[in-house]
């Protein structure tokens, strides 16, 4: 059990993002923040969480599904099974209305109910292993399913068991343990998160630019018969540098996931590193945003979490020659070595940073060149035993 003094991992990044939308609010503008008085470019932690879990994944292996659509996965993957259709259907409705989550059916054009396609009405979040343990469990029912009544209305009642389908609904892996988990309908189906990820924000002001755009028809442009394009219209976009922060609870992390030294380990490593790597895809086919990070730097605290927003409540200045990364870093470095010295540096079980930056940021702890360097040093400290504590 995880036992060493660090308690927080806080990570900050500083990154500068060209002319791009990477989160979009439901009018398709860019989303802001008012932040010292002045207008900033916003990305929601809820998409960059969403960007983050991608990447863990890939990097892990080890995917999770959140969906109201669990009973046509299940469905999906019977059919693989060489189910006939209407059975797998069945078999998946029949799993959807199983557990004490309440459903409706999904509606066709016309608004009427379809017949075995259940939508849960809260979310299902599982692992991606979850889907082949219900399929498992439908097979194992197979019999009953076969001579079972379809699902036709929300007060239809499965032939399944409530309590097999709830355990494999309380299953979880890294990607739960990590971002945790709501789902209240089950008992003891929720996870306290042990990250927690701020709304990015822009270091200095922005403007909202509108892009005026044109899709010239191939038939008329070859025939030139007549003038005009064959569609126009418009978008938002913003650039700038961004701040962006999260902070990892070792104790918490260590709580749902259990395990071993070296597998919260792996869990940390990855959840940091995706947060290094990570960038919303909103418009990505055409801005092609794909930047890193500026500056990477990270600390680990044995008392609280430390953001250092704050340092850019005051807007940053863009340098004489132009550019706001190299003013922000500076900003960062700062903030950290006065904030830190009014809370006194005794919390502080290690600090570091890698950046592009040229010159020498101090109060940000030890520089290392690459970003898996700065990572092995932060976990390395964070997750040392305290002498005569065994592993």
Do not use: C
Request: glycine share 6%; no cysteine; proline share 4%.
């Amino acid at each position: 059990m995880f036992a060493a003094p660090a308690r927080f991992i806080d990570i900050h990044v500083v990154q500068s993002v060209p002319f791009s939308n990477l989160n979009r609010d439901d009018t398709n503008s860019v989303k802001t923040v008012q932040y010292g008085n002045t207008l900033r470019t916003r990305v929601s932690s809820q998409s960059w969480k969403r960007a983050i879990r991608g990447a863990f994944e890939q990097q892990v292996g080890d995917a999770a599904l959140r969906t109201r659509r669990i009973g046509e996965r299940v469905a999906k993957l019977l059919r693989e099974r060489e189910w006939p259709v209407a059975l797998a259907e069945r078999a998946g409705a029949h799993i959807a209305a199983a557990s004490s989550i309440k459903f409706e059916l999904a509606k066709d054009g016309d608004k009427q109910a379809i017949t075995n396609k259940v939508l849960t009405n809260a979310m299902v979040y599982v692992p991606e292993a979850a889907v082949v343990e219900l399929a498992d469990l439908a097979q194992e029912h197979r019999e009953k399913l076969e001579s079972a009544k379809d699902i036709k209305k929300p007060t239809d009642k499965s032939v399944l068991p409530k309590e097999p389908v709830e355990q494999i609904l309380r299953s979880r892996n890294g990607v739960i343990n990590l971002f945790g988990r709501m789902l209240a309908e089950v008992d003891e189906a929720g996870v306290d998160g042990a990250v927690q990820v701020a709304h990015a924000m822009t270091t200095h002001p922005t403007d909202v630019e509108l892009d005026y755009f044109s899709a010239v028809d191939d038939v008329t442009a070859v025939w030139g018969d007549s003038s005009g394009s064959g569609h126009m219209g418009h978008a938002e976009f913003s650039a700038g540098t961004f701040y962006r922060y999260a902070t990892l609870d070792l104790r918490d992390l260590a709580h749902n996931a259990g395990g071993t030294p070296q597998e919260l380990r792996e869990l940390a490593h990855g959840f940091l590193r995706a947060f290094i790597t990570s960038l919303p895809q909103a418009k990505k086919n055409s801005t092609a945003a794909h930047t890193i990070p500026d500056l990477v730097h990270v600390s680990v605290r044995s008392d609280r979490p430390l953001s250092y927003a704050a340092a850019f409540e005051q807007p940053v200045s863009a340098a004489l020659e132009g550019g706001y990364g190299a003013p922000s870093r500076e900003a960062l470095a700062g903030y950290a070595r006065a904030a830190n010295t009014m809370l006194g540096t005794e919390h502080i079980i290690t600090a570091g940073w890698a950046s592009l930056e040229t010159k020498t940021l101090k109060g940000l702890g030890e520089r290392h060149d690459a970003f898996d360097d700065l990572l092995t040093a932060a976990l390395d400290a964070a997750l040392a035993q305290p002498s005569g504590t065994a592993a």
